[in-house]
């Protein structure tokens, strides 16, 4: 029998930035917002036809977000996605412990 030596890394919590994306902190949060929407699309027992009517986009667009394919959609477009699905959206400013702030989403 011969063996074969897997290596493992350890990723961050991160995969985008573990991608070498360079915009790896918008993407993710990009995708917890797309997955926000995907829950919620779920949880309404939406079709894709039927989210895309409520949403005011079209259903190809609906697919590409369930998907994680969302690179062509602004973060701010998502958020009103979000709004237009029954979630408040809280944006809360204050100093940061450390010299440069971050931008982080919080989920309830």
């Known amino acids: 029998m011969s063996s074969t030596a897997i290596?493992?890394?350890?990723?961050?919590?991160?995969?985008y930035a573990d991608l070498g994306h360079s915009d790896a902190t918008e993407m993710q949060r990009k995708s917890q917002l797309a997955g926000a929407i995907a829950r919620a699309i779920k949880a309404k027992r939406l079709t894709q036809d039927a989210a895309a009517v409520l949403l005011c986009i079209d259903q190809p667009k609906i697919s590409r977000i369930?998907?994680?394919?969302?690179?062509?959609?602004?973060?701010?477009?998502l958020m009103e996605l979000v709004t237009k699905l029954g979630h408040n959206i809280k944006i809360v400013i204050r100093p940061a412990k450390k010299r440069a702030g971050k931008v982080a989403l919080v989920f309830a």
């Open 66 to 77: 369930s998907q994680e394919q969302f690179w062509d959609v602004s973060e701010s477009k």
């Open 7 to 15: 290596t493992i890394e350890i990723g961050s919590s991160n995969v």
